[in-house]
């Protein structure tokens, strides 16, 4: 279905609906081993040729203090967009603390006050984590910056953890139409660094959609979450492969518009450097431990195509977030030696 328009916001038209796939059984919605390789890319010469840079739009929102027309980039544009902090990154032992006789207690302000509902809590949010409360908080605070910069988004795709997924419902919030979350298994994060673990226990579309997060539950997915198993023991190489065929795929998959990727930072490396076509260089020692503090929580990166048929970053397209002693600003030297 194309995508609904909320009532708030003049003057942006309805963007043209893209096909989905038949609904599955639940766990099929996550579980299918299916590839998505209709359609061609329309990142030609022919099809960049002439287009201009910037172009002149109504703002996305009808927010006091937004001026009635603002300069934004074209249309046509791919953003990765790194999670917002995570509970086990800053709180280790949290599902050992906060879980009392079964039931969450936050002791912390940041904390999240509510936690979804899942099956097995405790033990599920050990392997899949959420948002902490300043994630979730500047997760949305991007979010209106994306909106206010006029940035539309017309289709957007997540890896299957949870914090991936609050972040991208945070961001969503201040767009002007109602989007679904695509679940896409093959943008989760690099796992040859997880020895020993196994596939974390992801919530499936309907789970989601009973929190009352957004999700298409009629999109097939590139990998099924059964099929990361082969990727537990990847190499840096094999993880490079991985993504730029999974970012090719969603390029294919949605030829028009602005794409939202939410990912890892991992991936925002390896998609990312497969968009402008530099070479794959190993992570290795000292340079796999640097990527996550390269590409901080809420990074983005925007990509607009180039004449060449390939992808371009738009160094410019979206706002930087910045306060004391933190940047969400990637370190593009890293992303581009």
């Known amino acids: 279905m194309a995508p609904k328009v909320k009532p708030k916001g003049p003057g942006i038209p309805k963007k043209d609906k893209e096909p989905s796939s038949s609904a599955e059984t639940d766990r099929e919605e996550l579980d299918d081993d299916t590839e998505n390789d209709t359609g061609s890319s329309s990142f030609s010469k022919e099809s960049t040729k002439g287009l201009p840079e910037y172009a002149t739009t109504a703002p996305p929102n009808g927010k006091?203090?937004?001026?009635?027309?603002?300069?934004?980039?074209?249309?046509?544009?791919?953003?990765?967009?790194?999670?917002?902090e995570q509970m086990n990154k800053i709180f280790p032992d949290w599902t050992h603390k906060n879980f009392i006789e079964g039931k969450y207690h936050p002791t912390d302000m940041n904390h999240p006050v509510n936690l979804v509902n899942r099956k097995t809590p405790q033990v599920a949010f050990e392997s899949d984590p959420p948002l902490t409360e300043m994630g979730t908080k500047l997760s949305e605070l991007s979010g209106r910056a994306l909106a206010e910069a006029g940035i539309v988004v017309t289709s957007v795709y997540c890896s299957p953890s949870l914090h991936c997924v609050?972040?991208?419902?945070?961001?969503?919030?201040?767009?002007?139409?109602?989007?679904?979350?695509?679940?896409?298994?093959?943008?989760?994060?690099?796992?040859?660094?997880?020895?020993?673990?196994?596939?974390?226990?992801?919530?499936?579309?309907?789970?989601?959609?009973?929190?009352?997060?957004?999700?298409?539950?009629?999109?097939?997915?590139?990998?099924?979450v059964n099929s990361l198993k082969k990727y537990l023991q990847e190499t840096p190489e094999e993880f490079f492969k991985r993504q730029s065929n999974a970012i090719y795929a969603l390029t294919k998959q949605s030829?028009?518009?602005?794409?939202?990727?939410?990912?890892?930072?991992?991936?925002?490396?390896?998609?990312?450097?497969?968009?402008?076509?530099?070479?794959?260089?190993?992570?290795?020692?000292?340079?796999?431990?640097?990527?996550p503090f390269n590409y901080p929580y809420c990074s983005a990166i925007a990509f607009q195509p180039s004449p060449d048929g390939r992808w371009k970053v738009a160094p410019s397209a979206v706002p930087p977030l910045n306060f004391h002693h933190f940047s969400n600003r990637f370190n593009f030297h890293f992303f581009s030696r």
């Open 166 to 224: 609050q972040t991208a419902h945070a961001l969503l919030k201040a767009q002007l139409y109602d989007l679904s979350i695509r679940i896409e298994p093959a943008l989760y994060d690099y796992m040859g660094h997880q020895k020993g673990q196994d596939v974390p226990m992801f919530m499936t579309p309907s789970e989601l959609a009973e929190n009352r997060i957004a999700v298409d539950k009629n999109y097939k997915p590139q990998m099924s």
């Open 255 to 291: 030829p028009n518009g602005t794409i939202l990727v939410v990912t890892h930072s991992f991936n925002m490396h390896a998609a990312g450097r497969s968009l402008v076509g530099r070479q794959a260089h190993t992570l290795a020692g000292a340079d796999l431990l640097r990527v």
């Open 64 to 84: 006091k203090g937004v001026p009635s027309m603002v300069r934004v980039p074209t249309s046509r544009m791919l953003v990765l967009f790194r999670s917002g």
